[in-house]
């Protein structure tokens, strides 16, 4: 192959505008060029610019090399040389090639991956937003509905319809449905349990508070026994050992009852009782000066002073006898009693005072009641003779009875001044009393009785209307 045909097969393989190929020898001669012309633009034997000839210097004889070169005439190339080994001439292969034409096809490539990038973005963004709203429609109302549950206080399940897709999605969301109806289920029965001990935490501290107030009752009971058993003890006592010094002067008032009788001139008139020792006692303290004077021989004052001392011995066996009534403890000695009949017969026996009416009001049938009649007998003495009491004016007591759901109900009522509730609270304790004169065991003996039959005795009463006590027995 000739020279030039060579320098026309570089021409063909050229690419681009501005592209040099050409073949030189080890001394730096053109052996063929992509434009034959400069084959014979040169004077001499043509040769390649110094600067490559710098260049391949710098790489070493038959070198291969690429880079960039600043040629003479100043352009700006990309250089590349290569060792033509297959050829027994040392020849080296070189290539030219401006640097901007060099640099446009990655330039180009550049853009065009800009531009796949792009539409790459694009597409994805797209299958995005598509999986996005196809993914996210599911997650809303999966989030509406944690909401709803959360507000409800997880109370209540599931109201609104979940979308079920056929993918994970949908089975995410039947299990959500299933869990949130388990959940409501499971947070109802809690309520209803925690409910359930509320109510049973209430029952129980009433049932203490209750509890806590009947032993603090019983305590109270018991202490005011032992109190009550001390003071009855007590009482007993002074009681027995005070009749013994009463018993003394009640034989010293015989003894001068009998000397008054031995005296010379025998008494007449009202002296008459104090000289005979079965007559009751007689009160002289009133009687008219001319009477007392038809008593020969005897010191009025004396006959005056033996009538009063007599008088304040009955007084004070009265008061030791219901201190030895209270104080006693002898087991009660219950019989079948007719409570009507009962009734009649204390009344039949009380010395009613005269400006004083008596009312009765029975119930219609007959009522029998298990009772001590002794002791029985004492409390409704104690109640009506305190209503006589209170109404020294006149008045009018008021007895009447009544049965219901197993019981019997008497009631005792005066239209006395009645008791102010300060005081109608204490009335049964003893050696309580608003009286000048008395001991305060009366209506303490009516309580005792009342609670050693099982009974139960009340007060009821109006300041300046009267009083009524009400008597609760068990029937028999």
């Not at 002898?330 to 007719?338: D, K, V």
Request: proline share 5%; net charge neutral.
């Amino acid at each position: 192959m000739s020279l030039l045909a060579l320098s026309e097969s570089l021409e063909e393989g050229r690419i681009g505008k501005s592209t040099e190929l050409f073949i030189m020898d080890s001394k730096n001669r053109l052996i063929a060029h992509s434009n034959y012309k400069m084959m014979f633009h040169q004077e001499g034997a043509p040769s390649v610019d110094p600067a490559i000839t710098e260049a391949m210097a710098k790489a070493g004889a038959y070198q291969t090399w690429s880079g960039r070169l600043a040629l003479k005439d100043k352009r700006d190339v990309i250089a590349a040389f290569y060792k033509l080994d297959d050829l027994q001439l040392p020849w080296i292969a070189g290539s030219l090639q401006e640097r901007w034409e060099a640099f446009v096809v990655m330039i180009e490539m550049r853009q065009k991956l800009v531009e796949v990038i792009m539409v790459g973005v694009l597409v994805v963004l797209l299958f995005a937003l598509l999986f996005a709203g196809h993914i996210s429609g599911p997650v809303r109302s999966l989030t509406r509905a944690v909401r709803q549950i959360v507000a409800s206080d997880f109370t209540q399940p599931v109201t609104e319809p979940l979308p079920k897709p056929a993918n994970e999605i949908g089975e995410l969301a039947q299990a959500f449905e299933t869990m949130s109806k388990v959940l409501s289920n499971r947070t109802q029965e809690l309520m209803s349990v925690q409910t359930e001990l509320q109510r049973f935490n209430m029952e129980l501290e009433a049932r203490v508070e209750a509890r806590t107030r009947e032993l603090k009752a019983t305590q109270d009971e018991l202490i005011k026994q032992e109190r009550l058993a001390a003071i009855g003890q007590m009482a007993s006592v002074v009681g027995h050992e005070l009749r013994n010094p009463l018993s003394v002067i009640n034989n010293s008032i015989y003894v001068i009852k009998n000397r008054l009788e031995a005296s010379p001139a025998p008494l007449s008139g009202p002296a008459a009782g104090l000289i005979n020792p079965s007559a009751p006692p007689t009160d002289l303290s009133n009687a008219p000066a001319p009477e007392a004077a038809k008593i020969g021989g005897v010191d009025p004052k004396i006959i005056r002073h033996v009538s009063i001392i007599e008088g304040e011995l009955h007084v004070a066996n009265q008061i030791i006898s219901e201190i030895l009534t209270f104080a006693r403890t002898r087991e009660i000695q219950p019989r079948s009693t007719e409570l009507h009949e009962f009734l009649e017969e204390i009344l039949g026996r009380l010395n009613v005072p005269e400006k004083v009416a008596l009312q009765k009001d029975y119930v219609k049938q007959t009522i029998f009641l298990k009772i001590d009649p002794d002791e029985m007998r004492q409390a409704l003495r104690n109640i009506i003779s305190n209503a006589f009491d209170v109404m020294p004016s006149g008045g009018m007591l008021k007895v009447s009875t009544k049965a219901n759901q197993g019981y019997a109900l008497i009631s005792i009522a005066d239209t006395g001044p009645g008791i102010a509730p300060d005081i109608a609270a204490k009335i049964f304790t003893p050696f309580y009393t608003t009286k000048s004169k008395g001991t305060g065991l009366g209506l303490a003996v009516v309580k005792k009785v009342m609670d050693r039959h099982n009974g139960e005795v009340k007060v009821e009463s109006a300041v300046g209307k009267g009083t009524a006590f009400h008597l609760k027995l068990p029937l028999g």
